[in-house]
C-alpha cells in the first residue's frame, strides 16, 4: 500500500498562484509516476499534469505554460506550481501514484480544493 498526503489547496483570485504538495510513503516503487488529477462538479477527472521517476513530464493542453509538476525523489513528494489561475481551474486536485511492475498499481490521495474566483 501506499499513502498519499496532500497539502496546499485553497481560494485565490484570479491570476493568482497556487502550490500543492503530495507525499507518499508505505510501499514505494523504484519506477513510478506521481502526477496531479482534477475534478470539477459534474465533470470527468481529468489528468492535469505527471512526472515520471525519471523526470518526464506531461501537462494537459489547458495548463501548459501555468502549471508546472515537480518531485523530490529523496522526499516522494511531487509538486504542482499553478500560476495565472483560471475560474476554470477550480476543482478537486486529487493526488495520484502509479506504481510501475509486472502489472500498474494505482493509489490516490484524499483531494484538496481549489478555488479560484474574485
Known amino acids: 500500500q501506499v499513502q498519499l498526503v496532500e497539502s496546499g489547496g485553497g481560494s485565490v483570485q484570479p491570476g493568482g498562484s497556487l502550490r500543492l504538495s503530495c507525499a507518499a510513503s508505505g510501499r514505494i516503487f523504484s519506477i513510478n509516476v506521481m502526477g496531479w488529477y482534477r475534478q470539477a462538479p459534474g465533470k470527468q477527472r481529468e489528468l492535469v499534469a505527471h512526472i515520471t521517476s525519471g523526470g518526464s513530464t506531461a501537462y494537459a493542453d489547458s495548463v501548459k505554460g501555468r502549471f508546472t509538476v515537480s518531485r523530490d525523489n529523496a522526499k516522494n513528494t511531487v509538486y504542482l506550481q499553478m500560476n495565472s489561475l483560471k475560474p476554470e481551474d477550480t476543482a478537486a486536485y486529487y493526488c495520484?501514484?502509479?506504481?510501475?511492475?509486472?502489472?500498474?498499481?494505482?493509489?490516490w490521495g484524499q483531494g484538496t480544493q481549489v478555488t479560484v474566483s474574485s
Open positions: 495520484n501514484y502509479r506504481g510501475i511492475g509486472v502489472r500498474n498499481y494505482d493509489y
